[in-house]
């Protein structure tokens, strides 16, 4: 399973996303049965990611020093068996551009609902670029709960949570 992360600037959110799910997996015993990649709508080829993501996702154990942006495009999506976007809004916005895509494309609130029958609280991934340090741990927090749950899944550890039907009708 090929999974692709995306974001506005690939700078923050999906790098993140990327190194932590990477680390989850790992940890989950998923080894090469998930890959991860991430890309932005809107990045420039090359860049780094910035320094509060680096530094907040080092805590969670995940390491995005050798991060650099990619462009999102439809070579890099093709590569993709899910495009997880973090918001809603980007999630239009790729569909709009590439919509082919439109049956692989979810937000991570939406990748989580179908993955593990639990419906999050929240439905987008702010960006905390240009915020606090407190945003940035907050986004991360998200992130890592989220994929915690997703993978845990994956790799069987973690029952599916069925849903009314299926239970009463088993």
């Not at 999506?77 to 239009?92: E, L, N, S, V």
């Not at 439109?102 to 990748?111: M, P």
Request: aromatic residues 8%; proline residues 4%; glycine residues 6%.
């Amino acid at each position: 399973m090929r999974i692709l992360f995306i974001c506005q600037a690939n700078m923050c959110r999906s790098p993140m996303a990327e190194a932590l799910a990477r680390k989850l997996a790992a940890e989950q015993g998923l080894g090469d049965r998930v890959q991860f990649r991430s890309a932005g709508l809107w990045a420039a080829d090359g860049l780094e990611a910035v320094d509060e993501a680096v530094t907040i996702a080092e805590e969670y154990g995940a390491d995005l020093r050798a991060h650099h942006t990619t462009p999102f495009c439809l070579q890099v999506a093709h590569w993709a068996d899910y495009i997880i976007a973090m918001t809603r809004g980007q999630k239009a916005d790729i569909v709009r551009r590439l919509p082919i895509l439109r049956t692989r494309v979810y937000t991570l609130a939406e990748w989580v609902r179908e993955v593990t029958g639990r419906k999050p609280r929240w439905r987008d991934v702010e960006d905390p670029v240009g915020g606090t340090e407190e945003r940035f741990r907050k986004c991360a927090a998200l992130l890592h709960q989220a994929l915690s749950d997703v993978l845990s899944v994956l790799a069987g550890a973690t029952p599916r949570r069925r849903g009314v039907l299926m239970r009463l009708f088993p």
